[in-house]
């Protein structure tokens, strides 16, 4: 078979001038770009490196997390213990309440008595009930110790500093619980002698605990403001740049008094 050398064979690339030629050309030029950034670790390296950027996005959006957790962690734990703090000063409030009282409901109002000696002999009277007074002391001491024990793991300084005005009021009465048989230890708690409680004159715990001024009134009265420094940690508190929980609305010891 022989070659027409007269025939037009220029038809044969005039798809290489076409605008799909262009396009074809233009993509094969691409793929050999890429095919040799493939085998001189050019692509790879970029892979390596989109990666690493993600993985680094990751560790700062988990360090973000982490952080988070910490802080709310901390303001849970704070506003947990103020809970207990506040809990714990409004028994005290109570049973502080319980002994000041000198009227009619008063527990050291004296009753119609009647009682049964030894000897099988019974005497009866109006006299103090000394059961009843025993009793209110024990729930007083023992409210004042859980309230000074929650109170030492507070760092919101309104109720540090009203703690602290607490155990100076019961430092001055010192001598006076003692006769009664209540002790005033070193961190501020108290121990009571039940025995010597109850063998005390009933007139004298009234004379310490009754009053508007006497020690139950002036007790009452920082339990309730510590209570309300607890409460407001709870709620409307944070963490200060040093790291201390104050309770928000109070600015200076002041406020201690208003």
Do not use: C, H, P, W
Not at 97 to 115: E, H, P, R, Y
């Amino acid at each position: 078979m022989g070659i027409n050398v007269n025939m037009d064979y220029s038809t044969l690339f005039s798809s290489l001038n076409s605008s799909s030629s262009t396009d074809y050309t233009s993509s094969l030029s691409g793929l050999l770009s890429e095919y040799n950034g493939i085998r001189n670790g050019s692509y790879s390296k970029l892979v390596k490196a989109y990666y690493q950027k993600i993985d680094n996005e990751s560790s700062d959006d988990t360090s973000d997390t982490e952080e988070t957790n910490s802080t709310s962690a901390l303001n849970n734990s704070a506003q947990e213990t103020a809970s207990k703090i506040a809990s714990s000063a409004k028994e005290l409030s109570d049973s502080a309440d319980a002994l000041k009282s000198s009227g009619s409901d008063s527990v050291f109002k004296k009753k119609f008595i009647q009682t049964t000696n030894a000897d099988g002999t019974t005497e009866s009277g109006y006299n103090y009930d000394t059961s009843a007074i025993t009793k209110a002391v024990k729930n007083f001491v023992s409210d004042y110790n859980s309230l000074v024990k929650s109170s030492s793991d507070s760092t919101d300084s309104t109720t540090i500093t009203r703690t602290s005005f607490l155990k100076n009021i019961t430092n001055n009465y010192s001598d006076g619980l003692s006769q009664i048989g209540i002790t005033v230890n070193d961190n501020g708690t108290l121990t009571l002698d039940s025995d010597k409680l109850s063998s005390s004159n009933m007139e004298a715990i009234a004379a310490l605990f009754t009053g508007s001024n006497g020690y139950a009134s002036q007790v009452s009265t920082y339990a309730s403001l510590i209570e309300n420094s607890a409460s407001l940690s709870t709620t409307g508190s944070a963490y200060n740049s040093t790291g201390a929980y104050t309770a928000s609305g109070y600015s200076s010891i002041t406020d201690l008094f208003t």
